[in-house]
Each structure stands twice: as structure tokens, then as C-alpha cells.
């Protein structure tokens, strides 16, 4: 999978992606989406195939606020570029796309993105049918979200970047121990044995 930042030029095609991903009511259009993009490209990741096929994508912004507001999804001023919590807004990846594991890639790669920049940690509200999804990246539910955009039910999903976190980010034990021997490599030296 190749991951980059959106550039201006992706605008028709991240539109197309969220009309096909969600109900109309939920789905930011072509303006909404291009005040993000103006706004804050460095938080639109895009996610590509083998074959450079454009296949998901993730979206937020970087804010002072600890939760997620229907106000976040339209007003770009927001955003804050040294904030302390990454709201996602967006993850979306196409029907033929899904359960592959490119959602999961991106999203990882968006969780280490938003540590690295010093965030408390990550906020995103999903239906009730993908909290356990979300729970398997170390969001915890925190309940109905005062959200309702698109007049859906949400619930509010945290990963806060505690020490915590961080200490069970360096050691996973595994049944398989040339899997433990990969992932402590990865931890000490940066890459495997």
C-alpha cells in the first residue's frame, strides 16, 4: 500500500470516494471538502493500492478541543496545526476495497502520524457498528457523541497517547516467537532482523 498527503489536484476524486462511502446527509460535498484540502492538506492521508488504484482515505483536523463537534465538519477555523487532539472527520475506502486491511493500514499510519506530532491523541465518532472496529486500534467508547451530524447516532471513540499507550506499543508478546523476535527487532533497531 502507498500512502501520501492530498494535494489539490485529488478534489474530484476524494469527493467521488465520499459520495460512494456515505448517505448523502453525511457526505461532505466537492466545497466542503475543498475548504479542508485549502485548508489542512497535512491531515488528508490517501491510501493506494499495489497497482496505484486510489482505494481509501482518511480526514480530520487538528484541534484544541478534546471532542468532536458537528461544528468541526463545516468550520475549518478549528483547525489548529499545533493542537492537542487529531479529530477524524473521514474514513472512507471503497466497497470493493473493503476487508482487506487498507482502512487498517491508513488508520495506523495516522495514529503514529498524530503521536509523533505531540497530539494527546485521536478522536472520531463511528455508528454503533464499528465500535468494535475502532476498539481493535485502542479507541476507547466513550458513549453517545453529542454529534449528530447527517442526523445519524454516534458514538465517540478516544485514543488518548498516555504512558500506557506507549508501553504497550513496545511490547506485544506473541504465540509465535519468531513473530516476538520480528517485533522486538522493529522496536530496538527500527526495522526487522
Not at 469527493?15 to 466542503?32: G, H, K, Y
Not at 485502542?138 to 449528530?148: I, M, T
Amino acid at each position: 500500500m502507498f500512502i501520501r498527503k492530498a494535494k489539490e489536484s485529488d478534489l474530484d476524486q476524494i469527493t467521488s470516494m465520499e459520495a460512494v462511502c456515505f448517505p448523502p446527509t453525511e457526505a461532505a460535498d466537492r466545497d466542503r471538502l475543498a475548504g479542508r484540502l485549502n485548508t489542512f492538506p497535512d491531515c488528508i492521508w490517501l491510501g493506494f493500492d499495489d497497482y496505484g488504484d486510489f482505494v481509501c482515505f482518511v480526514a480530520g483536523l487538528i484541534t484544541m478541543e478534546p471532542d468532536l463537534i458537528d461544528e468541526m465538519y463545516a468550520d475549518t477555523s478549528f483547525h489548529k496545526p499545533d493542537g492537542d487532539w487529531l479529530m477524524i472527520t473521514t474514513v472512507c475506502t471503497l466497497p470493493e476495497y473493503r476487508r482487506k486491511g487498507f482502512a487498517a493500514w491508513l488508520l495506523r499510519r495516522v495514529i503514529d502520524e498524530a503521536d509523533s506530532r505531540g497530539c494527546k491523541g485521536v478522536v472520531l465518532a463511528c455508528k454503533d457498528n464499528m465500535i468494535e472496529y475502532y476498539s481493535r486500534f485502542g479507541f476507547d467508547n466513550e458513549g453517545v457523541s453529542s454529534s449528530v451530524h447527517g442526523g445519524a447516532k454516534w458514538y465517540q471513540m478516544r485514543l488518548t497517547f498516555d504512558d500506557e499507550y506507549h508501553y504497550s506499543r513496545l511490547f506485544v508478546v506473541s504465540d509465535d516467537p519468531k513473530e516476538n523476535q520480528r517485533m522486538l527487532s522493529e522496536t530496538l533497531f527500527g526495522s526487522p532482523m
